[in-house]
């Protein structure tokens, strides 16, 4: 079933179930206030019936006659009988009523007063003391106008409540479109998509509500979907890119090797440089491996000085970027905080990312590279001047094959600053960059204790 189907059917059966509730209780207060009206007016005609009959022979003629003009007003349609001790009729209506026995004219002279109704009356009955004796009056009248004003009222309600459950139909029905036109527009916005729109959020309906909440989560969900397509995308390319080249020289290699026979020495050079090639490939799959969680990561609890590592680091940068100057600034006075348990391996590989790419967007400023001691912890800080990265990007640089929007012609695969980061929360070292386009990026290492 539908939302809005279900908002239509909810609010009627609501609006149904407390409307008949409303109605019983209604009906039922109109019922009972009506009854205790009619006989709260039997009882004033018993009384007046009462003074009419019995008090004749004392009252002055013109009083008396006052009465009896109240009396024939009140009467109409009611019937009157006057009992005395003998339970004997000896005013008003002379046949007997069934309904009145001596049982219920005992209970008026104990109690002074009795009312009950039958099918088709109500009656009401009262103890009369007078100077010629005790006597009982009893009136009844016909329930047929109570019963008409009751039925009139139940009439009414169903009426009201049908027509009151067509309304509700209408009103719920409109009401649920307008609230879910909304969520229509979504859902055909949706459906328009394309693979290549992703990254093309969904237009807001600024209604400040769930609906907005839904819209401001998908978009975020298709923004993360967007940046995971970029990711596989650059995934592919750096995959092929870096499997073609050494593919390619491998099989170049064999072509030419085999087109004729070849001295020892060559025989040795080729083998060599398919060997070189292979071992890049395997290289590769390691990374991939260890991005993926395909292999686990597990640090190795060796100690070793983490300033020969960088010098290492160093001598390396020099020999593939000799232009480029590298500073080493070594401010610690505990040597012992030069000492770190770790892979030396995967640190080497995380550190020499690092200030690589620092190299590498550098626009050819010095590097300076800092070993500081912060409340007794080794600090690493790779600091430099190039072209810095973009904010928009801080937030996603270091997930794997995302590259900045700024980084022009400069080679890369996105994978080192991701690897780099694995590696240091591997090894429990807390890893921070910050960075300001034309300006340049900070990046601060903070090694645990020992």
Not at 62 to 84: C, L, M, P, T
Not at 142 to 162: D, G, W, Y
Not at 335 to 359: C, D, H, R, T
Not at 400 to 407: H, L, W
Request: some cysteine.
């Amino acid at each position: 079933m539908k939302i809005r189907n279900r908002l239509t059917l909810i609010s009627s059966a609501t609006f149904g179930f407390v409307f008949i509730i409303a109605s019983v209780l209604i009906y039922l207060a109109f019922y009972n206030s009506s009854e205790k009206v009619v006989f709260k007016e039997l009882q004033k005609t018993c009384l007046l019936s009462g003074i009419y009959y019995l008090e004749k022979d004392e009252l002055p003629h013109y009083e008396h006659s006052a009465i009896k003009e109240q009396f024939e007003e009140n009467i109409q349609n009611d019937i009157v009988r006057v009992y005395d001790l003998n339970n004997t009729i000896v005013y008003g209506e002379k046949e007997a009523d069934r309904n009145i026995n001596p049982k219920e004219l005992e209970f008026v002279r104990k109690n002074k007063k009795l009312s009950f109704k039958s099918n088709n009356h109500f009656y009401y009955g009262i103890f009369y003391n007078d100077n010629q004796g005790d006597f009982v009056v009893f009136v009844k009248t016909k329930s047929e106008v109570f019963k008409s004003q009751t039925n009139r009222l139940l009439v009414i309600m169903i009426i009201v409540l049908f027509a009151g459950l067509l309304f509700i139909l209408f009103l719920s029905r409109l009401l649920s479109n307008i609230a879910y036109r909304p969520i229509t527009e979504v859902i055909s916005q949706v459906n328009s998509m394309e693979l290549n729109s992703l990254d093309q959020p969904i237009s807001s309906s600024n209604t400040n509500d769930e609906v907005q909440d839904l819209i401001t989560t998908f978009n975020n969900l298709l923004s993360r979907l967007s940046d995971t397509f970029a990711i596989q995308k650059n995934f592919i390319n750096y995959v092929s890119h870096e499997f073609k080249t050494p593919l390619a020289s491998i099989s170049g290699n064999l072509e030419v090797f085999a087109q004729k026979d070849r001295t020892p020495e060559e025989y040795q050079k080729v083998t060599s440089e398919a060997l070189e090639n292979v071992y890049h490939i395997e290289e590769i799959l390691n990374n991939l491996m260890m991005l993926s969680g395909l292999k686990t990561i597990t640090p190795e609890n060796e100690t070793f000085r983490i300033d020969e590592t960088l010098w290492n680091i160093n001598d390396k940068i020099f020999e593939a970027y000799d232009q480029q100057e590298v500073r080493i600034d070594l401010e610690v006075k505990d040597e012992k905080l030069l000492s770190v348990k770790g892979s030396e391996l995967q640190l080497q590989l995380a550190l020499y990312n690092l200030i690589e790419n620092a190299v590498k967007y550098s626009d050819g400023n010095p590097i300076k590279i800092s070993l500081s001691e912060t409340d007794g912890q080794l600090q690493i800080t790779i600091q430099d001047y190039g072209k810095g990265i973009l904010k928009e990007d801080l937030d996603y640089i270091q997930q794997t094959f995302y590259r900045g929007k700024n980084v022009g012609n400069v080679k890369g695969s996105g994978i080192g600053l991701s690897l780099a980061t694995i590696i240091f929360k591997q090894n429990n070292i807390q890893f921070s960059i910050y960075s300001k386009e034309n300006a340049g990026t900070l990046i601060t290492l903070l090694f645990p204790k020992l």
